[in-house]
């Protein structure tokens, strides 16, 4: 079977291409250690798909502010509001309420702080 773009991933495998007789080119994960894989690794390794490319971290960013205001009113509505309602009733403390809200605003600061 073919093979193509071997790729070192975060865990130790080979992440690659190959050439499936019915869908065409799909994405696979060769490992040393699976029954299915351990061929395609030890070719990948061997060079014969290419040069395996390194391992490359993602670049991750931070949140925008309009994420973090997402985030937020999420967990306020799904965390916090219900301690608000259950609180008038009776049935929780404002403490508790409150304590919510500032481990929501713990969770998620300002983008700008």
């Known amino acids: 079977m073919n093979a193509r773009n071997p790729k ?8 690659l291409e190959i050439e499936h007789p019915v869908y ?4 696979f994960t060769a490992s040393p ?3 299915n ?10 060079g014969e798909f290419g040069s395996v490319a390194g391992y490359v971290e993602p670049v991750v960013l931070p949140p925008t502010k309009s994420q ?11 965390e916090a509001d219900p301690l608000f309602f ?4 009776g ?4 403490q508790a309420w409150i304590d919510k809200i500032a481990d929501i605003r713990q969770l998620y600061p300002d983008a700008d702080k």
Do not use: C
């Not at 070192?8 to 992440?15: E, F, L, P, S, Y």
């Not at 259950?86 to 009733?89: G, L």
């Not at 049935?91 to 404002?94: G, I, K, L, P």
């Open 24 to 27: 065409g080119w799909i994405p």
């Open 91 to 94: 049935e929780s403390t404002e």
């Open 86 to 89: 259950k609180w008038h009733r």
């Open 68 to 78: 973090i205001d997402a985030l937020r009113r999420t967990a306020y509505q799904s």
């Open 8 to 15: 070192q991933n975060a865990v130790g495998t080979i992440d």
């Open 33 to 35: 250690d699976d029954e």
């Open 37 to 46: 894989g351990s061929d395609f690794f030890a070719q990948a390794v061997a």
